[in-house]
């Protein structure tokens, strides 16, 4: 079965957004991990979801692919892609 895995939110702050979702909207933090210095990947979602929110930078977007800060990214996910590629 193809599901949401990940949509993407470029945010100013992640610290902040993450600090938003976590406290204001009650999701929890899913996943984090450091990617350099003052980035990191950060996923916040529902606790029994599957699906999550990435709080990426929008300052490390603009400068990675400008063309995409103003569109959120939408990641698919399955256990089998080959099956799912031949339905």
């Known amino acids: 079965m ?3 895995g ?3 939110i470029y ?3 992640q610290e902040q957004a993450k600090d938003f979702w976590i406290n204001k909207v009650g999701f929890v933090l899913k996943f984090e991990q450091p990617m350099g210095p ?3 990947w950060i ?3 529902p606790e029994n ?3 999550t929110l990435v709080l990426y930078s929008k300052a490390l977007m603009k400068k990675q692919k400008p ?3 103003a ?3 939408l990641l698919f996910s399955t256990p089998n892609i080959e099956e799912a590629y031949e339905r």
Do not use: L, R, S, Y
Request: aromatic share 4%.
């Open 6 to 8: 990940k949509i993407t």
């Open 43 to 45: 996923e916040v979602g």
């Open 71 to 73: 569109h959120p990214t």
């Open 67 to 69: 063309e995409n800060v």
């Open 38 to 40: 003052g980035m990191a």
């Open 11 to 13: 945010v100013e702050d």
């Open 49 to 51: 979801d599957f699906a």
């Open 2 to 4: 193809i599901q949401i």
